[in-house]
């Protein structure tokens, strides 16, 4: 801690008692190796090594503009309905999650904030850590909001994001595994879940993911390690269910993909400490043995599936019955339901493509646009490219403080690809239709709060990254 404590101190650039170039050999010290690339495709490359509080200095110091715009973006988002306010969740996140945070993530979270405070920015490491928590707030303030004000007053079912698959065997054209997966959140956050990560972490296995700016963890967990394990999730439908006891998902969706060189390390991880936040059907893939595998991760039930020939696939539903029963309240029969229909959808071209996916494929897939309930092309919330915004339907959970939301990004990485550390990627909707923010709210004034933050999202060609070398 004497040595973090120094960091600390130096790193306020520093003391006025050092001299100019004092201070720029302590910056040059700490973001030494790291860089960002320009824009392509609507993504932004960064390369980040070292140790942990290195590897976060260079995060808040490289991406110090897009972190305070994605902290704008969040705290609009979770202050909306005006029971909470920023202060809540910054109490929170040093009251109730700081505790159970281990040594190597503490220092990368501080080392955020003082990435950030070197670019002049004025987010301190509350702000940091409540930004990371930002997947899992909705759970625990539905929990907090049960104890404190009773059942009846808890909060809103939880909305769904994602559509995802992993596939190996007589499924795959080559015979080896595929992942890929689309991420569904709202507009105001999606248009800037737009950052390529390449991690080489001092200790650990080097990591290329997807990811939010700010944020030690993909969020929307998309990512592959040099041990050749492939990695993402959907999450579970109508879920309660939170222990403020346990260690926050955000750390544990992050240790996993930094350590895990098997599926068995990766479902140890996840259920450590497991707290409920943002609880998933977790879809990984290990390229070495050609497995796949299921982790559905509630609070109470925790199920693991395993295949080496065959599919999983993820959009939101809950599959153990017992987990649906005593965790959600979520209908299985209702096919009108985004979850229910997009998995109808999912069986239906896993069985179409069997012995035919392939990245291309997978990349068609996640621009789907058939709606099994009313057995159409029809781009709205049912479709595994998500429009919500033009559902005609709109409805809950997706009604305000939601407004705008769907698929905002794409990833699909087979074993070849993950072999070099590579995967694919489309920001926007896969399918090419674009968002546009000034024609939605002309139609949409009900979500005229989202004006000050709500962006266009283009819809940009596929392009593929890798680690750099």
Not at 157 to 186: Q, R
Not at 242 to 267: C, H, L, T, W
Not at 303 to 325: E, Q
Request: net charge neutral.
């Amino acid at each position: 801690m004497r040595r973090i404590a120094f960091l600390l101190a130096g790193l306020a650039l520093v003391s006025a008692s050092l001299p100019l170039f004092s201070q720029q050999a302590i910056l040059d010290a700490h973001i030494k190796g790291a860089f960002r690339k320009p824009a392509q495709n609507g993504w932004v490359f960064v390369h980040l090594e070292g140790t942990p509080f290195d590897m976060g200095f260079q995060h808040g110091y490289l991406l110090a503009t897009e972190i305070e715009d994605a902290e704008k973006a969040v705290v609009l988002e979770q202050t909306r309905g005006g029971t909470k306010d920023w202060k809540f969740f910054r109490d929170a996140a040093r009251d109730m999650m700081w505790p159970h945070i281990e040594p190597q993530y503490r220092e990368e979270l501080q080392g955020i904030a003082e990435g950030l405070r070197a670019k002049g920015a004025k987010l301190d490491i509350w702000d940091v850590v409540a930004l990371n928590a930002f997947c899992e707030w909705d759970y625990y303030v539905k929990e907090y909001d049960r104890q404190h004000r009773g059942a009846a007053h808890a909060s809103p079912a939880l909305p769904e994001h994602c559509s995802a698959f992993v596939a190996t065997g007589s499924y795959t054209k080559d015979g080896k595994v595929i992942i890929a997966h689309n991420d569904w959140t709202s507009y105001l956050e999606g248009p800037r879940w737009t950052i390529i990560f390449d991690l080489a972490p001092a200790r650990g296995q080097r990591m290329l993911m997807d990811g939010f700016p700010g944020a030690i963890h993909s969020a929307d967990d998309f990512g592959i390690n040099s041990a050749g394990i492939m990695i993402t999730e959907t999450t579970l439908s109508h879920f309660s269910g939170y222990d403020p006891n346990g260690i926050p998902e955000f750390v544990r969706a992050r240790k996993a993909m930094q350590y895990a060189a098997s599926i068995d390390d990766f479902a140890r991880i996840m259920k450590a400490g497991n707290n409920g936040g943002y609880a998933n059907t977790w879809l990984v893939a290990d390229r070495k043995t050609n497995e796949i595998a299921s982790l559905e991760l509630g609070l109470k039930n925790v199920t693991l599936l395993r295949k080496s020939d065959g599919y999983f696939v993820g959009s939101n539903f809950p599959a153990d019955p017992k987990l649906v029963k005593e965790e959600t309240n979520f209908n299985v029969k209702d096919m009108a339901n985004s979850a229910n229909a997009r998995h109808v959808r999912w069986e239906q071209l896993m069985a179409q493509y069997k012995g035919q996916i392939d990245v291309a494929a997978a990349q068609r897939f996640l621009a789907d646009h058939y709606d099994t309930f009313e057995k159409k092309e029809d781009a709205d919330e049912r479709t595994l490219c998500g429009h919500i915004d033009l559902s005609p339907r709109g409805g809950p959970p997706w009604q305000p403080p939601y407004g705008a939301a769907g698929a905002v990004q794409n990833k699909v990485a087979d074993a070849t690809m993950a072999g070099r550390m590579s995967f694919t990627a489309a920001a926007g909707h896969a399918c090419g239709l674009n968002f546009k923010a000034t024609e939605y709210l002309r139609k949409r004034p009900g979500f005229s709060w989202e004006k000050s933050l709500l962006r266009d999202m283009d819809a940009y060609p596929w392009t593929t990254f890798s680690i750099a070398r």
